[in-house]
């Protein structure tokens, strides 16, 4: 496989890991904002209100980079490689799926190859 499928398949796997990350905010927005209304208790659906918003909110949030940064790698997007470093690097304390993933995406845009295609994209000053 040349290096330049490598770089779509690690930008793939970086927008399906924020996707994954959005909809595990919705899920835990809905599951504690839900929790708080069937409870039927005002208190509880405000405090749940607050939590479920924050919580979701914050997986939402983190999920976002890792969407850019597959976006911008698929695109041979120069700025998408430096992105990826520091998010791989992030990823690589998330044992297991993350260390994988982060180790791979490591791997592929540092080789030779990959600075390559990326330095063609590179618009000229």
Known sequence: MDM???????????????VLGLLIAA?????????????????????TSVV????GGFFGLISLPNII????????????RILTLI???LD??????GTL???YTIWVVLQDETEKLFAANEPLS
């Open 4 to 18: 330049r499928k490598h770089v779509t398949v690690a930008g793939a796997l970086r927008i399906g890991m924020g």
């Open 27 to 47: 899920f835990v927005f809905v599951a504690v904002v839900g929790g708080g209304l069937i409870s039927g208790d005002r208190d509880a659906f405000a405090i």
């Open 52 to 55: 479920g918003t924050v919580i």
């Open 69 to 80: 940064a597959g976006w911008g790698l698929i695109r041979f997007k120069p700025w998408a």
């Open 87 to 89: 998010l791989s690097a």
């Open 92 to 97: 690589l304390v998330n044992v297991p799926i």
């Open 101 to 103: 993933l982060g180790i």
